[in-house]
């Protein structure tokens, strides 16, 4: 009987620990498993789009802009010209305002080089905000620069060797020349349309965390000061690699930039998990990155695309280009993203109204005519 007893006892047990045993793991166990939801427009955002120049047309794209006559436009020295004959005309310049102005976005962004180590390049930058500013109806909306942080113009190495800093004593000369090429920058923020932010004057940084110093808290602090007397209290927005952690480059961001942003996120080359599940896989860094840039006191600002398109660059490698639909459904869950991440500013970034190069444009095509336009309108402002 007391071995009977103990079998039963082990049998028992042994029952028991199957009865206990975790099920198989399945789908609904991974954390991407949900589907990001519609998000409705519940108050207004600020937009701005970031405003390409090319000096030809890119001929890959299938895309024909709706403006520029029978054939795409161009930029003559940074002004906007037909392509046949090559003719200056303003009315280019003024149908982006118009377009710009249907999809309700606030400000253009214009890229700058710099006017000290690169003035022929900056000129022709320059060129394109005259052109903008020379529109008959640019008075109706503002704009801000990013300035294009070209290192080896710059003369500092991107990497964190100390032979590339840009403060070491034997670089006074290259220091002088980048706190230069900000002043110089404020002609610009003296328009009476420069775009602000909280009253302070907006300023883009594009690959900021490139920016290598042996103190960039204080690179910071000087530049804001040398504008400060000016008179421009600058509102700094820096922009880091897509697809990366904001700590990565903590020390060039931490009390130096009052605002962070992602860039081309659309950019996913041939990672297939980002290219299936872009919705969730975005939704989810760009919550990391909000969290995590809020709690260094920034603000994190969602930077949407229409599109990414390696093979629109002559790109023949196995890349996962964006593919546009008709109803531009990639685009509008991609504005959900922003709306569900954005800090309380409500900024937006839209990269871009026109750079055909990428087919990131939300600029009208003879294909899909204002329908980008009209999903960024009705993502990111009331009514």
Not at 37 to 57: E, L, R, W
Not at 89 to 102: E, G, Q, R, S
Not at 360 to 377: C, H, K, M, V, W
Request: aromatic share 16%; with cysteine; charged share 15%.
């Amino acid at each position: 009987m007391k071995l009977k007893y103990i079998y039963g006892v082990v049998f028992a047990m042994i029952i028991s620990l199957y009865a206990c045993k975790k099920k198989d793991p399945s789908a609904s166990d991974v954390f991407i498993n949900y589907t990001v939801p519609d998000v409705p427009t519940t108050k207004n955002y600020t937009v701005g789009a970031f405003y390409y120049t090319f000096s030809t047309f890119n001929t890959i794209t299938p895309q024909k802009p709706v403006v520029g006559g029978p054939g795409p436009y161009f930029y003559s020295n940074g002004m906007p010209a037909l392509s046949s004959p090559a003719v200056l005309t303003p009315a280019i310049m003024d149908v982006h305002v118009a377009d710009a102005a249907l999809a309700k976005i606030d400000y253009f962004i214009f890229s700058v080089r710099s006017p000290t180590m690169d003035n022929t390049n900056f000129k022709t930058d320059s060129n394109t905000i005259v052109s903008f500013l020379n529109a008959a109806n640019s008075s109706k909306m503002n704009f801000a620069l990013s300035y294009n942080l070209n290192t080896s113009l710059v003369g500092i190495s991107s990497t964190t060797t100390t032979t590339g800093y840009i403060d070491n004593a034997s670089n006074a000369t290259k220091l002088a020349n980048f706190y230069n090429d900000f002043k110089r920058l404020s002609y610009w923020m003296s328009k009476a349309n420069y775009q602000k932010v909280n009253g302070k004057y907006l300023l883009v940084i594009n690959h900021a965390q490139d920016l290598n110093s042996s103190d960039n808290v204080q690179l910071y602090k000087q530049i804001r000061s040398n504008l400060s007397a000016l008179g421009f209290d600058l509102f700094i927005v820096g922009e880091q690699d897509s697809w990366s952690p904001p700590q990565r480059y903590y020390y060039r961001f931490q009390n130096c930039t009052d605002g962070m942003y992602e860039a081309n996120m659309g950019n996913y080359g041939s990672d297939l998990d980002r290219y299936f599940e872009f919705p969730q896989f975005c939704d989810q860094n760009w919550a990391y990155w909000k969290t995590m840039v809020e709690s260094w006191g920034q603000q994190f600002v969602p930077c949407v695309m229409a599109g990414y398109n390696y093979q629109y660059q002559g790109n023949t490698g196995a890349f996962n280009s964006v593919q546009r639909t008709t109803d531009g459904a990639w685009y509008k869950k991609f504005t959900d993203i922003a709306k569900r991440n954005a800090s309380d500013m409500n900024l937006i970034f839209v990269d871009s109204f026109n750079n055909f190069t990428l087919d990131s444009q939300i600029e009208p095509t003879q294909a899909y005519g204002n329908t980008f336009l009209d999903i960024t309108r009705t993502a990111f402002k009331l009514n």
